[in-house]
């Protein structure tokens, strides 16, 4: 499985309005990457992106590069988040975790074919990611068309 990580970075505040940022940090098959989140305090919502990246050989790379940003630079990030903000955030959601599912597929396949894994629990795991990206794919048209 695709390991997701969003450590809380800080809190600030920006138009007026209180926002908790995270990072979410996912491993792409190649190197972490860490995207900024931002969510408002007084709501329950899963936030807004940041299209700004923190890449890293590992999740502690990609945590201390966004450590290191002032609340000053997180205000400015957001409010760039704001002004590039996507409208159908489920949508987004789901067309991200095929995406992770289909990378994780394939490295489970390379990583088979190098030796590293045994036929067998590899083509089970093949078997599993398989059945659960049909079962994301056939939810995608419930999140088309709907801005969240």
Known sequence: MTEITQPHIATIDSDGRRYNVSLRVVFDGIEYVGRLWFSDESWDDLGLPDRG???????????AGAMRLTHDELARRHR???????????????????LAKIRYLNQVAISMRAGLLD??????????????????????????????
């Open 53 to 63: 990246a923190f890449p890293g050989r590992t999740k502690e790379e990609c945590l």
């Open 80 to 98: 760039r988040a704001v002004s590039e903000k996507r409208k159908f955030h489920g949508l987004r959601r789901a067309t991200d975790e095929v």
């Open 119 to 148: 036929v067998d629990g590899a083509a089970q795991e093949i078997d599993l990611t398989e059945k659960q990206l049909h079962t994301l794919i056939d939810r995608l048209a419930a999140h088309a068309g709907i801005e969240d």
